[in-house]
Nanobody, 125 residues
Framework: EVQLVESGGGLVQAGGSLRLSCSVS????????IGWFRQAPGAEREGVSC????????YLADSVKGRFTVSRDNAKNTVVLQMNRLKPEDTAVYYC??????????????????WGQGTQVTVSS
């Protein structure tokens, strides 16, 4: 069974940094995309980033470009979302998801098969 576990959320002041990790286990796909999403209270879920397991093709949403980076460590089956220069509007529950549709780096897949439980990120002003 595929499992994704996010970690690294917390409370940080505006301008600070957090590092989110997504640990993947049980995947039988030879290649896949990991997507990062966030959802603030009362808001729709927003795609933040995605990365392809095999070649690190990646994409960042305009709202986080220049502040966030995404990377993967295949040896550890982990994907990291490094969040710098955080803003109060980045406050949300962050989720990672795994899907068999592959990103080329120009955009992120729309469909994911498995989801993590989420981790809270709170940025105070």
């Amino acid at each position: 069974e595929v499992q994704l576990v996010e970690s690294g959320g917390g409370l940080v002041q505006a301008g600070g940094s957090l590092r989110l990790s997504c640990s993947v286990s049980g995947s039988r796909f030879d290649d896949y995309s990991i997507g990062w999403f966030r959802q603030a209270p009362g808001a729709e879920r927003e795609g933040v980033s995605c990365i392809r397991r095999s070649d690190s093709s990646s994409y960042l949403a305009d709202s986080v470009k220049g502040r966030f980076t995404v990377s993967r460590d295949n040896a550890k089956n982990t994907v990291v979302l490094q969040m710098n220069r955080l803003k109060p509007e980045d406050t949300a529950v962050y989720y990672c998801a795994l899907g068999s549709h592959l990103t080329s780096g120009n955009s992120c897949p729309q469909w994911y098969d498995y989801w993590g439980q989420g981790t809270q990120v709170t940025v105070s002003s």
